[in-house]
């Protein structure tokens, strides 16, 4: 009998185990490791493969005709197809084409030789600059006075000092003014590809003017600008501080996007990782796919998220706003408040007005503050909690499909159960609240109760009472 | 060794599958995570087709 092979059983544990996986940590982006990833698994499997052809080899065994089966060549052909569909449909693929790994590749050919930058100009009657920068950081400074100020230094990737030097020539920085714009170019393009060039600049420019930047690698720092200011990059981490109008973001990747203290609306579009915003004066609207955390504080109008699966929309934060990969928090918001999702934990506490969730996947997390209006929470596969203050005025109906409801809140909340329905209604005369998960469970109580060590002596009068629901509730048939 | 002569060919035969598919991800792994994209190394793959003939006639011509 030919020995039989070990690879088809691992990889029916590998394709269980990554389901269990997406399952129990649904936070996980396995979808993203496996589009990026999936080539890693027939180096695997032919390792596998070569290793066991191997051992039987020297252990004498009669070896296969073939090391990997037809049917295994099917199984592969499918693999590829597959793996290569999501790894273009995912936004691993537009992280690539500019990315350290490629230019550390080719920083590799020839030595890097430095030139210094230094460039003035004033501005005249011009009301924005524009920055074309190519490859390199950058930062711009309001500053006073009228003049627009160039300081830093030009990398040339070259084999030999003459060839550098041409490169310096052929790509020269460049202040132009056009009509009322003054466009500052790096002419990066100019230069072949062997000689790759980038420029890392330090740019003061009058206080008052707007500023767009465009890139392609590279950092962009922004700082004391009364005007405008929009970035379009190709991978860049962006930095704002202390602008006077609004910021206008578009990204194809990057690690950061943060802004601090801008007057006006910040529009963020594309793809990324980290977003910080804080203190914001305008709207803020982002849209987009970023695979780290986002956090905003402080915004005065209105702030939305949308991703192609994920709106958040929240009319004032006073406090913060958390979104990040299976989770997403609101605290110290003025409402209407809506969260919609797939999967993902929501947190919802000290908001004002009303408040709508939808997940599919997920526990819900809410605490109203006393002034809040309707409230519509619903999870098809997760836990909801209520946690009211005390003496606040709602009007309740929380259902659960299948699960317990816990009423540690007490009179007037009553359980209705009805088969593996239960139903938790009471009214102190006040808004509606209304709760539903399918496969959960419920549980409403005051502000202050339970969630600590036992709260001085009123707890244990009320205890005998929540252990009596849930006897009946449970059917069994 | 031991009359066992028609091993070496086979083990020839065997290997080549695990080696192709390996040479097929690692292909793949440096056009996801490396500099050079699939359609520019897809060449190797003949090469290595290539060498496993090779050996086979070497190691079945030595027998």
Known sequence: MRPRSIVAPLLLIAVGTLFLVRNLWPEIPMFEMFARYWPFLLIIWGSARLLEVLIWHFTGRPLPVQGVSGGEWIVIVFLCVFGSMSFWGSNAYSRWPNSRISVRGLEIFGERFEFPVNAEQSTGKASRVVLDLGRGNVTIVGADGDKIKVTGHKTIQAYNQTDADRGDKEAPVEIVPMGD??????????????????????????????FEGR???GDFDVRDIAGNVEINSENSGVRLQNIGGGAKI??????????????????????????????IAGQVTVNGSYSGELTFRNVAKPLRFESSNTEVRVEQTTGLVKIALGNISAENVQGPVKVRTKVADVQLRDFSQTAEVQLERGDIEIRPSATHGRIDAKTDNGSVDLVVAPGARFDLTATTKRGEINNDFGAPLKVEAEGRNSTLRGSTGGPAIHLETQRGEITVRRAGQSETAPPRGVLPKKLPEPPAPPVPAPVQQ | MNGVNVQPVSLMRAVRGPILLITIGTLFAIDHVGPYSFSTTWPALLIVIGVMKLMERATSSAS
């Not at chain 1, 990747?253 to 203190?279: T, W």
């Open chain 1, 181 to 210: 714009q003054i466009v500052i170019r790096t002419n990066q393009e100019k230069i072949d590809k062997n000689r790759r060039a980038s420029a890392d600049l330090e740019i003061a420019i009058p206080r008052n003017m707007s």
């Open chain 1, 215 to 217: 890139g392609r690698y």
């Open chain 1, 250 to 279: 578009e990204l194809r990747r990057s690690d950061i996007v943060r802004a601090v203290s801008v007057k006006g609306n910040v529009d963020i579009k594309g793809r990324g990782q980290d977003i910080e915003l804080e203190g």
